[in-house]
């Protein structure tokens, strides 16, 4: 891999990882409420095809928390 696609890669990889810190739940959810609101309120506006770095990670970013604290909510034998 080119160094700065292993650079951005674990750069991405980092953020991910910190997702998962409860510390941060709330800044991430505080984030991405923030994001869907702006883009609601903007739908007449044009948005374009590729969203910009931030966003992507901060959508990964709420993935992996959902993955993370999901499972919590499956039936005992899949939780285990």
């Known amino acids: ?9 674990r750069k991405m990889v980092i953020e991910m990882v910190m997702a ?4 941060e739940h709330m800044a991430i ?6 994001e869907i609101q702006k883009r609601l309120e903007s739908l007449d ?15 990964m970013q709420s993935a992996i928390k959902v993955a ?3 499972h919590l ?6 939780h285990i």
């Open 1 to 9: 891999m080119p160094a700065d696609q292993s650079a951005k890669f």
């Open 20 to 23: 998962t810190d409860m510390g």
């Open 29 to 34: 959810v505080s984030k991405l409420k923030n």
């Open 45 to 59: 506006d044009e948005i374009g095809d590729e969203p910009p770095e931030q966003l992507r990670i901060l959508v």
């Open 68 to 70: 993370d604290i999901g």
């Open 73 to 78: 909510f499956a039936e005992l034998p899949v």
